[in-house]
């Protein structure tokens, strides 16, 4: 498709609904003559139906029109629009408001409302908020390294929001947005009482653990890093790792390298603090990451997490007391909160 992205990496792309691909391809689906931005929130079609294209002039002279969803040929005027309304916000003695924020940026409300959430994760409102409890934090304690570079904003691409990111977590996050480029990981596969578990990290954490996948699952997922097996510095990490998968329940110190948008990063935030023995719904997560109404976002936040157990997503099961879903399965699930029950 192009020189950069790999059909295969841009289809990876389309099924995270990665943002950071927004505006370097567009998605074509044959079958219904329309084309998506990769992170549309319609249903994924069947890749069999899919082509790309570097932008939007190619999928229209290949006979396709815009999606009116997510509105694909607005990738840039959005980006410049979330990016003023960030400056605005920032330089602003009171937030401004929604209304201020759309006739800024020529938006009607509702529109900048959730064109920058789709970018930033939080509302207009509650970024600001989210800003001003930083800066207090930062006036007490002189420093910190909470700022999430998202709040930086990139000033440039999406793309550069997210490689940036450091993270509400204060997590470090090496620069996945470019599929690893750069960046070593070592990895191991190891057997446990649950199975086989695959460690992977990089030099600043743990950037992926999984069960029952190989080194191929680590390609797919960063296809541009060095894969390394094994490794002196990693062995001594992983040690530490299966210790506490085996006896669960202390790895706060645990280093970890990953990275999401804003409001995912608060949701995993929010798993590491559920204390071990006990659990969460998806809404009284959605709710401890600060917005109580997204709790589907605070479902997909959980799917996308790539640090099984160190971030605890399996401590959140469904209201009502149904386990609800795992990635690797009910069983593991199950022996993980049976263990950390005792
Ligand atoms: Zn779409």
């Not at 157990?309 to 401590?315: G, Q, S």
Request: hydrophobic share 45%.
């Amino acid at each position: 498709m192009t020189d950069a992205i790999s059909d295969d990496a841009a289809w990876a792309a389309v099924l995270r609904r990665d943002r950071a691909f927004d505006g370097r391809f567009v998605t074509g689906v044959l079958t219904t003559g329309i084309y998506c931005r990769p992170s549309c929130a319609a249903r994924h079609p069947a890749r069999g139906n899919v082509r790309f294209f570097a932008d939007g002039s190619g999928a229209r002279a290949a006979g396709l029109r815009a999606c009116k969803r997510c509105l694909p040929d607005d990738v840039g005027r959005d980006e410049a629009a979330v990016l003023a309304a960030i400056d605005e916000i920032r330089q602003a003695e009171d937030a401004p408001s929604l209304t201020a924020l759309a006739e800024l940026t020529g938006y009607s409300p509702t529109h900048f409302q959730r064109v920058f959430k789709r970018s930033i994760g939080l509302s207009p409102a509650a970024y600001a908020r989210a800003l001003r409890e930083e800066r207090a934090r930062d006036a007490l304690s002189g420093g910190g390294d909470v700022t999430g570079a998202i709040y930086e904003a990139g000033y440039g691409s999406a793309s550069r929001f997210y490689e940036n990111t450091k993270g509400l977590l204060g997590m470090t996050a090496s620069a996945w947005a470019n599929g690893g480029a750069g960046v070593t990981i070592h990895w191991a596969v190891v057997d446990t009482s649950m199975g086989a578990m695959l460690v992977a990290a990089t030099d600043k954490g743990v950037c992926r653990l999984s069960f029952n996948e190989d080194a191929s699952e680590l390609a797919r997922r960063f296809p541009k890093a060095e894969l390394v097996e094994g490794g002196a510095a990693f062995e001594k990490l992983l040690a530490e790792v299966v210790a506490s998968v085996e006896a669960p329940g202390d790895f706060a110190h645990i280093p970890l390298d990953v990275k999401g948008t804003a409001f995912q990063e608060a949701c995993w935030k929010a798993l590491r603090e559920i204390p071990a023995g006990e659990t969460r719904t998806y809404a009284e997560i959605a709710a401890a990451a600060g917005n109580p109404t997204a709790v589907r976002a605070a479902g997909s936040a959980n799917a996308r997490n790539n640090v099984a157990v160190l971030i605890p997503c399996h401590r959140v099961i469904r209201t009502g007391g149904d386990l609800g879903g795992y990635a690797y399965g009910l069983d593991i699930k199950r022996e993980l909160l049976k263990r950390e029950a005792k």
